[in-house]
């Protein structure tokens, strides 16, 4: 009983934590970015985050060319032709384009680093063409040498003041390193030049709580433009970026703070080139940001950093030597470049800037400066992160709810289809209405809630069940056999204990002059054959399917058709008696070799409803059957000695037998003590009975009580002595002729009840 509660309160508390912890997951995917990762907490929420941003990348990159279908009917593919018009096309960005330093740019141009009169070209080119914004994601730490008495670096530097007249900008980039290495070592602050003023020209517009500065960042010295090139006026610009713990690359830094001065990044500061807007980011208390365009947000991390939304590589691109070797004249070039915003990069295998990412495992670098200037020019932002948890959350209690009240039907597999349902319907759900809206459910959180309970449950359940098959082998390996025990075991919802009505069919077997016979043996010997009969007694039982209800001193009682049903109980419980009968001379042989005495056995039975289960109290209980029918068949056994009988039977049961291999006789009826309703008694014989043995003589003891019946008592009495002439210790058919001679003698004492036996004995 006690580890009954144990089990019934360990299955909601183990649900409970599973469901508290996949909510804290939720909640800790919200502010993970904001911790410091050196601390338990955020290695713990930077592990866990870790899995929800796998399969986060997983389910973009399977919807991603549906999300980009669902992108403002304004954005035109590369053929010029409106994208929800031919669902079958990809979106192409027409805003953004590439010039790409690609393998075939390095082999005809055959010069690494790309020399810079190349890009001075480039430049002059794309001022022809009519490019407004340019954004090299190439650094120029270091001075070119003297070509032909000229300065390459001279010679870019008046191509980027070319190009920067008539509102156009060129930047160029640098990176950005915090206060230690990787290695964990303090950086020398020699290695950290101070900020040109310069760099102010593309200073943010801030709005912050005060002393709630993002965290701070330095120039790395070793990548920062030449000054020369600085001089042109030439915007600048950090690309520094930094992989999750798992190595993807998901997060951009898009602002930066420089002694407490916020500067942008390539994206921004290009975007804002091109769109010709000066936007405010807002510092927050807790040291995120966030920049609203159009009336959406999107939100920094205290890092300075945000979330990529990936379009891949859905950008028209240019090879850098087709754009230098393109004549001014040419159209499609003007019409590639006019009024766009592009960017210059390596997609080249050789030149080492490919990074893994969740759409591509070798994304060239400048493409995420590129998908992050698409989010911008297009508010293609993630939706604001507390609603992607709400969301979850919603659906995390939703879909526990559906789970819960599932589980209460204790169907093992309607838990597991409605498990399947609900996470194929919110997969299915994600798929065609949260990812393109740009909602970042925690998924991964919500599923393994779903499955750990699940789990969790079919665990309890296992063992609940694992607990109840060893009781109901502990409970009636002692009552039935084995192979009953196995029955039951395979379908325990069919075992009902405790008091259950039951069609069954009881039997009662005693051992007659018990207490003579036992006062001639020593309590060995009587040990010894008692459990000799008792034991060879029981093996039928169980060899026919019953049930042993229990031993009285040398009594047996025995059920069949409890607890499991088994067919025509009836049938197996008078099989039984018959066996018992048949091997009782091998028993008394056995006895008789040992000096001593022979048991005689009177079994009587009946088949009606009882109550049948464990009963007793809360401690101590036994399995067994209750009522009138099993009294009945006490008193049947009972009744044996007085009709010297070995196996009665009432009518009962006997209405339930098939006859075909039973030979049995009418006895009497009788009215048994405590009752008012008569009820026809048989005899069923067995292979050592004499009527078994002499089948005339049982035919002519059935005719001669049919006679009885008819009130015939003259011819009944001349057959009755036929069958006692054969069967001369027949008790049965000696008180018959009796009653025929009595009724002879005097006919007023035939009644009409005459054929019914009163008992006024047990």
Same mark, same amino acid.
């Given at each position: 009983m006690f580890s009954k509660r144990i089990t019934k309160f360990i299955r909601p508390l183990g649900m409970f934590i599973i469901i508290f912890f996949a909510a804290m997951c939720v909640f800790g995917a919200n502010f993970a970015q904001n911790i410091n990762k050196d601390s338990i907490l955020g290695a713990f929420l930077d592990y866990t985050v870790s899995f929800e941003s796998r399969f986060y990348d997983s389910r973009a990159k399977g919807a991603l060319d549906e999300n980009l279908l669902r992108l403002e009917d304004k954005q035109t593919t590369a053929e010029g032709q409106a994208a929800s018009e031919d669902p079958k096309k990809k979106f192409v960005d027409d805003d953004i384009v590439l010039i790409q330093i690609d393998d075939y740019s390095l082999q005809k141009i055959s010069s690494w680093p790309i020399p810079r009169t190349i890009y001075a070209t480039m430049l002059d080119k794309l001022r022809v063409f009519g490019a407004k914004v340019v954004g090299f994601d190439v650094m120029f730490p270091e001075k070119s040498p003297m070509i032909d008495g000229k300065s390459p670096d001279k010679i870019l530097a008046d191509s980027i003041r070319n190009f920067q007249q008539d509102e156009r900008r060129v930047f160029f980039a640098y990176s950005l390193v915090d206060k230690k290495t990787k290695e964990g070592e303090p950086?020398?602050?020699?290695?950290?030049? *101070?900020?040109? %003023?310069?760099?102010?020209? @593309?200073?943010?517009?801030?709005?912050?709580?005060? *002393?709630?500065?993002?965290?701070?960042?330095?120039?790395?010295?070793?990548?920062?433009?030449?000054?020369?090139?600085? *001089?042109?006026?030439?915007?600048?610009?950090?690309?520094?970026?930094?992989?999750?713990?798992?190595?993807?690359?998901?997060?951009?830094?898009?602002? $930066?703070?420089?002694?407490?001065?916020?500067?942008?990044?390539?994206?921004?500061?290009? #975007?804002?080139?091109?769109?010709?807007?000066?936007?405010?980011?807002?510092?927050?208390?807790?040291?995120?940001?966030?920049?609203?365009?159009?009336?959406?947000?999107?939100? &920094?991390?205290?890092?300075?950093?945000?979330? &990529?939304?990936?379009?891949?590589?859905? #950008? /028209?691109?240019?090879?850098?030597?087709?754009? %230098?070797?393109?004549?001014?004249? @040419?159209?499609?070039? /003007?019409?590639?470049?006019?009024?766009?915003?592009?960017?210059?990069? $390596?997609?080249?295998?050789?030149?080492?800037?490919? /990074?893994?990412?969740?759409?591509?495992?070798?994304?060239?670098?400048?493409?995420?400066?590129?998908?992050? =200037?698409?989010?911008? &020019?297009?508010?293609?932002?993630?939706?604001?992160?507390?609603?992607? %948890?709400?969301?979850?959350?919603?659906?995390?209690?939703?879909?526990?709810?559906?789970?819960?009240?599932?589980? /209460? #039907?204790?169907?093992?597999?309607?838990?597991?289809?409605?498990?399947?349902?609900?996470?194929?319907?919110?997969?299915?759900?994600?798929? &065609?209405?949260?990812?393109?809206?740009?909602?970042?459910?925690?998924?991964?959180?919500c599923y393994f809630c779903i499955i750990a309970c699940y789990s969790w449950h079919t665990f309890i359940q296992f063992y609940r069940a694992n607990k109840e098959k060893k009781q109901i082998r502990g409970t009636f390996q002692r009552y039935v056999s084995p192979t009953v025990v196995d029955e039951m075991l395979k379908d325990p919802e069919h075992i009902q204990v405790g008091g259950t009505k039951m069609?069954?069919?009881?039997?009662?077997?005693?051992?007659?002059?018990?207490?003579?016979?036992?006062?001639?043996?020593? =309590?060995?010997?009587?040990?010894?054959?008692?459990?000799?009969?008792?034991?060879?007694?029981?093996?039928?039982?169980?060899?026919?399917?019953?049930?042993?209800?229990?031993?009285?001193?040398?009594?047996?009682?025995?059920?069949?058709? =409890?607890?499991?049903?088994? !067919?025509?109980? =009836?049938?197996?419980?008078?099989? !039984?008696?018959?066996?018992?009968?048949?091997?009782?001379?091998?028993?008394?042989?056995?006895?008789?070799?040992?000096?001593?005495?022979?048991?005689?056995?009177?079994?009587?039975?009946?088949?009606?409803?009882?109550?049948?289960?464990n009963m007793g109290s809360s401690r101590i209980f036994s399995y067994t059957a209750l009522g009138d029918n099993m009294n009945l068949g006490a008193r049947l056994e009972s009744l044996c000695k007085h009709y010297g009988t070995q196996i009665l039977i009432s009518e009962y049961t006997l209405a339930r037998l098939d006859k075909t291999n039973i030979r049995l006789r009418p006895i009497d009826k009788v009215i048994v003590k405590g009752k008012t309703t008569p009820v026809e008694i048989f005899e069923v014989l067995y292979p050592q009975h004499p009527l078994w043995i002499s089948p005339d003589l049982l035919q002519t003891f059935n005719e001669a009580h049919a006679l009885f019946l008819k009130k015939e008592f003259s011819a009944a009495k001349n057959l009755f002595e036929k069958v006692l002439s054969g069967y001369e210790t027949d008790k049965s058919a000696k008180r018959f002729k009796e009653y025929c001679e009595k009724f002879l003698e005097h006919p007023e004492l035939v009644k009409e009840d005459f054929e019914v036996t009163k008992m006024t004995e047990k």
């Open positions: 950086i020398d602050p020699d290695a950290l030049p *101070e900020a040109p %003023v310069e760099m102010l020209n @593309d200073a943010l517009q801030t709005r912050t709580v005060p *002393e709630r500065d993002i965290f701070p960042s330095h120039i790395g010295k070793y990548t920062f433009p030449i000054q020369e090139l600085v *001089e042109s006026e030439v915007g600048l610009a950090s690309i520094s970026s930094s992989e999750d713990d798992d190595g993807i690359f998901r997060q951009y830094t898009l602002i $930066s703070n420089i002694d407490s001065i916020y500067y942008g990044s390539l994206a921004f500061n290009t #975007f804002e080139a091109w769109s010709g807007t000066k936007n405010t980011i807002t510092i927050s208390g807790d040291q995120s940001g966030e920049l609203v365009l159009k009336g959406k947000k999107l939100e &920094i991390n205290s890092a300075g950093k945000t979330k &990529i939304r990936y379009i891949g590589g859905s #950008f /028209r691109t240019k090879s850098l030597y087709d754009v %230098v070797q393109a004549d001014d004249n @040419d159209e499609k070039m /003007r019409k590639f470049f006019d009024g766009k915003l592009v960017y210059i990069g $390596s997609t080249a295998l050789g030149a080492h800037d490919l /990074r893994p990412s969740p759409i591509d495992s070798k994304m060239p670098g400048v493409l995420s400066h590129m998908n992050v =200037a698409h989010m911008l &020019i297009n508010q293609y932002f993630y939706q604001d992160t507390n609603d992607s %948890v709400i969301y979850s959350l919603w659906l995390l209690a939703f879909s526990m709810l559906i789970v819960i009240l599932v589980f /209460r #039907f204790a169907n093992a597999f309607f838990d597991a289809a409605i498990v399947i349902l609900v996470i194929a319907g919110s997969f299915y759900a994600d798929r &065609i209405y949260f990812l393109p809206k740009g909602f970042e459910l925690k998924l991964f959180y069609d069954i069919t009881c039997l009662f077997s005693d051992v007659r002059d018990f207490t003579s016979i036992s006062e001639g043996m020593t =309590a060995t010997e009587l040990a010894h054959s008692l459990n000799l009969y008792m034991g060879r007694m029981t093996d039928i039982v169980f060899d026919t399917k019953g049930t042993l209800d229990k031993y009285i001193g040398d009594a047996i009682v025995a059920l069949w058709g =409890a607890p499991l049903p088994i !067919g025509n109980h =009836a049938q197996h419980a008078v099989e !039984g008696a018959i066996k018992m009968m048949t091997v009782l001379p091998e028993i008394n042989e056995e006895f008789k070799k040992l000096g001593r005495p022979e048991f005689l056995v009177g079994i009587g039975l009946n088949t009606g409803e009882c109550s049948v289960g």
